[in-house]
C-alpha cells in the first residue's frame, strides 16, 4: 500500500473513492462535507436520506463508515465517515479516529476498490489538534489489512496542514 499527501480540494481528485468527514446525520453540513455534496450534486443528499437510521435522525455512529455513490463527482463513491469531536483526547477520541480510518478502509476493500482520498478527519471544526489526528490516522492506515486499496491519499486543505501530515508520514513510515 502506497500512502501519499497531497495538498488541494478532494472534491476534484480522480479516484474510486473519496472518504467525507460527516456528522452522524450524514444529511451535509460545513467544511468537506458541505464541499463533497456541492460537487457530487442533489442526489448524493437522497442517497444519504436513504440511509437507515438507527435512531431519529442518527445515520452512522462516531467511528462508524458507510459508503454511497459519487454521482457528479470524479470519484465513484463517497464513503461517510463521523470522526471524533475533540474534547481533550481523554474521551475515546484516538480511538474513534482510528476506527473512521479502518472502518472506511475496510468499506473500499469490500467494494474491491484500488484508490481512496481522505480528507483531515475532525481537523477542521471538530477541533482534533491537527499533529495528533496525523499520527493516529497514519498508524491506523498503515496497520490496515491487506487487500485494501494499493493507493491510498491524504488530501490536506492548505500547505501548513499538507506540511503537518508529511512529516507525520516520515515519522510513522
Ligand atoms: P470535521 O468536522 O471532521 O472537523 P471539517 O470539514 O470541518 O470536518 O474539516 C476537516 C478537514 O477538511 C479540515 O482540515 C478542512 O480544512 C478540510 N477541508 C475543507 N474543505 C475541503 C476540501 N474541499 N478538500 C479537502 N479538505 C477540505
Redesign the pocket.
Known amino acids: 500500500m502506497n500512502i501519499e499527501i497531497i495538498v ?5 481528485l480522480d479516484v474510486d473513492a473519496i472518504v467525507n ?3 452522524s446525520t450524514l444529511l451535509g ?8 455534496h456541492r ?1 457530487a450534486g442533489p442526489r448524493l443528499l437522497e442517497a444519504c436520506e436513504a440511509l437507515p437510521e438507527l435512531s431519529p435522525g442518527m445515520r452512522c455512529p462516531t467511528g462508524e463508515a458507510r459508503i454511497t455513490a459519487g454521482f457528479d463527482l470524479g470519484a465513484r463513491y463517497v464513503i461517510h465517515t ?2 471524533p ?1 475533540w474534547l481533550g483526547g481523554g474521551s475515546g477520541e484516538p480511538e474513534q479516529l482510528a476506527s473512521c480510518y479502518r472502518n472506511s478502509m475496510t468499506l473500499a476493500a469490500e467494494y474491491d476498490l484500488a484508490s481512496i482520498a481522505f ?10 489538534p ?1 499533529k495528533r489526528a496525523a499520527r493516529v490516522a497514519l498508524r491506523s492506515l498503515l496497520d490496515s489489512p491487506q487487500g485494501g486499496p494499493s493507493k491510498v491519499l491524504v ?4 500547505q501548513d ?1 499538507g506540511a503537518i501530515w508529511r512529516e507525520a508520514l516520515s515519522d510513522a513510515s
Open positions: 488541494g480540494d478532494i472534491t476534484a468527514a460527516a456528522n453540513g460545513g467544511g468537506v462535507d458541505g464541499a463533497i460537487a463521523v470522526g469531536i480528507p483531515a478527519i475532525s481537523c477542521g471544526v471538530y477541533g482534533y491537527p488530501c490536506c486543505f492548505g496542514m
